[in-house]
């Protein structure tokens, strides 16, 4: 495989583990972050950074793996926006949940400056991204499927390519947040409910994951309310914004979602609760809240 | 293991299972069903049936496997009702889904004739029941467990055991059907968004299957709607009744349940469009046809 040069921008929880993949595949990565601590977190496990501009300008691929679309954009085409300073077909890998319109925009504006674009968000949470086994759904040129390939097989377990123009790889991602999000509220409802009813919150995880009413998030964030661990890998935050995506996307299609719009109320009053900061699993929260009961630990 | 008298009443998608497991582990299994049908495909695969009365007077386990808690209160206690005839000290393995109170009551009333009553939920679909690997969430004395042991070895890969009385395990499998419900509901949501955006429902099935949108529901349903499978394994009636359990046991317990009450309304709806007797699948021809959407086949 190709050895390519590689900025990642945005070394959180996701972007780390794509940056270190990407360096275990072998490729001369360059990782960037506002916070010197997550700076430093990809330094220490062996990576590099630079000057931005001199960086981008010799990078055959740019993965932007920063929060959401505002940040995506201001990265891009901001004050000082990278991909002016880049080579013609080099390729944007674009990582963060965002509309399938932004995408579309994005796109053209990289468009302008002979700049490939990959509408390419991932999933599967930081295990699977410090492991190079995300899921990609991607849509974009087959030029900036070619160009990125080299690194997406790096980062990633499966890539899907979802067409030729951007915009289905983020619809796809919403379908998935739409998913993840009504299972984070249902695990919070469901734990909280069990309680409720006199069942300990570990032994619930345990019998509903050898049962038909598991899921990934139940799995995942079951086990945080059970350790009380709401470190926010993912913040309630985050779906605040995700499910107000689908919902957006969801309304300009006269698509109904009564579900996706009842775990964002969720997520809603937890932030509402001052939660907004905690991870994501906090939205049980609301329901003990509510129900006047404790949580472990 | 000692081989034990087994009489299994209903034998439907999961009942068919469990009786045929019964046999399979070496026990002396006799089947009961209204249908003729259903009955006759337990005889067909090596199984025996006779006169009820006679049949559980022999019997050390009765395994009720039918539709509800009316159901099961009939079978036992009904006009001819099956635990008078049984004998001091057998054992009523309880499995349909009911309300934690339905369970206590029943579970006494065998008391006054000496019969044990183990309420022991059961979860895992047909497949996990032909294969006798169902998950058991059972509550009862330690005596009612030692009896239906060596049958809910047969049936089972995993046993749990929730305490000394009837009731959690009836709460513990309404919080696992609050969580499969909301799955096959958000299902039938994300399914229906995607297509509304122009991806194919089985790319949006076989992706979300790798991501952390995924849930044992969105699988198994998910496929069904991708191959226009609307078999009723489990009908969209079954919810109406399982929801308004839980939704039951919470008003009760003043747990408020957002995303069950949302859950259980798609559910009403499909049943108010004629769909109560399809495949629970069915609930994404709800959203399918607000949006105007056409699914598979």
Redesign the interface.
């Known amino acids: 495989m190709a050895r390519q040069v590689v900025s990642v921008f945005g070394l959180g929880s996701m972007g780390l583990g794509v940056a270190c993949s990407a360096l275990a595949g072998g490729h001369d990565v360059f990782g960037f972050d506002i916070d010197a601590q997550s700076q430093s977190n990809f330094i220490a496990r062996g990576g590099q950074t630079g000057d931005i501009k001199n960086t981008v300008a010799k990078s055959n691929v740019v993965v932007s793996v920063v929060l959401n679309g505002a940040q995506t954009e201001d990265l891009l085409f901001g004050a000082e926006g990278v991909v002016p300073q880049m080579q013609a077909g080099s390729v944007v890998v674009s990582c963060a949940t965002l509309a399938?319109e932004t995408a579309q925009r994005l796109a053209d504006k990289c468009d302008d400056y002979q700049v490939l674009y990959l509408d390419s968000p991932i999933?599967?949470?930081p295990v699977k991204a410090s492991k190079g086994t995300l899921?990609i759904?991607a849509s974009g040129p087959t030029a900036a499927f070619d160009a990125a390939m080299p690194v997406l097989r790096s980062i990633s377990?499966?890539v899907?390519n979802?067409g030729e123009e951007a915009g289905?790889g983020s619809?796809?991602k919403?379908?998935?947040?739409?998913?993840?999000g009504?299972?984070i509220?249902?695990?919070g409802?469901?734990?909280?409910?069990?309680i409720?009813?006199?069942?300990d919150a570990a032994?619930?995880v345990?019998?509903?994951s050898?049962?038909?009413?598991?899921?990934?998030?139940?799995e995942?964030r079951g086990a945080n309310v059970v350790d009380g661990d709401y470190t926010p890998y993912s913040a309630i935050n985050i779906w605040l914004k995700d499910l107000g995506i689908?919902l957006d996307?969801?309304k300009a299609?006269?698509?109904?979602?009564?579900?996706?719009?009842?775990?964002l109320?969720?997520f809603v009053a937890a932030a509402g609760q001052g939660l907004g900061g905690e991870g994501d699993a906090a939205v049980a929260k609301v329901?003990a809240h509510?129900?006047n009961i404790k949580l472990p630990k």
Do not use: D, R
């Open positions: 399938p999933s599967g949470g899921t759904m377990e499966n899907y979802l289905p619809a796809m919403s379908v998935n947040q739409l998913l993840a009504i299972h509220a249902a695990m409802e469901a734990l909280t409910f069990g409720s009813q006199g069942i032994s619930i345990e019998i509903v050898k049962c038909t009413g598991t899921s990934w998030m139940f995942s689908v996307v969801a299609s006269q698509f109904s979602a009564p579900l996706t719009a009842a775990a109320q969720q329901c509510n129900a």
